[in-house]
């Protein structure tokens, strides 16, 4: 009875069904493959990705450390009869001329508790501004939030919009942000 399908096919259309057949087996194979492919190639993206935003924290995180270090060290053996204020001027000098980057990433920027911007090497133009209630496009409270993370025993991190400085587009970003408690 099977064989009553092909009783009046010609060889030549029996040859062209198997064709159809076989292009469709491959069609079906080759996007499974691809797919396949392309889930490998997603699930790598994605692995790489938060490898590099983890090596990334880790980087803010000791350059953060580091700074906090030298002001608590400064702070540590200054000169008590000198003025605060000058010492804080020295210290935000040295700060801003270690560290930041042609690219303008990978500086450390400085606020008082109250939002005032101490020290921005990239946006100079903010120095003494009080950016406290600064808000990105997500409607997250950037300043607030940095400020009050860095009063946590750890610091914490704060992700958020911001423009960069370099291209003037809003992109992502990821501070860490610690205290250095005697200064607020």
Excluded at 25 to 35: C, D, G, L, Q
């Amino acid at each position: 009875m099977s064989l009553n399908i092909f009783k009046h096919k010609t060889i030549a259309g029996i040859h062209i069904a198997a064709m159809l057949m076989m292009f469709v087996v491959i069609i079906v194979f080759t996007s499974i493959v691809a797919y396949k492919e392309y889930q490998n190639f997603d699930n790598e993206a994605k692995s790489m990705q938060t490898s590099f935003i983890q090596k990334q924290k880790d980087s803010i995180v000791f350059d953060t450390t580091r700074v906090l270090g030298f002001i608590n060290n400064a702070y540590k053996h200054r000169n008590v009869q000198q003025d605060e204020h000058i010492l804080k001027k020295q210290i935000l000098h040295a700060i801003e001329q270690l560290y930041g980057r042609q690219d303008g990433t990978g500086y450390i920027f400085i606020y008082d508790f109250n939002g005032i911007v101490l020290s921005d090497p990239v946006q100079k133009q903010n120095v003494g501004k009080n950016l406290y209630d600064t808000r990105d496009t997500n409607g997250v409270m950037v300043i607030k939030d940095l400020i009050n993370i860095s009063q946590k025993k750890e610091g914490g991190f704060v992700k958020y919009q911001w423009l960069k400085p370099t291209t003037g587009t809003l992109s992502p970003k990821i501070s860490y942000a610690k205290s250095f408690e005697p200064w607020g």
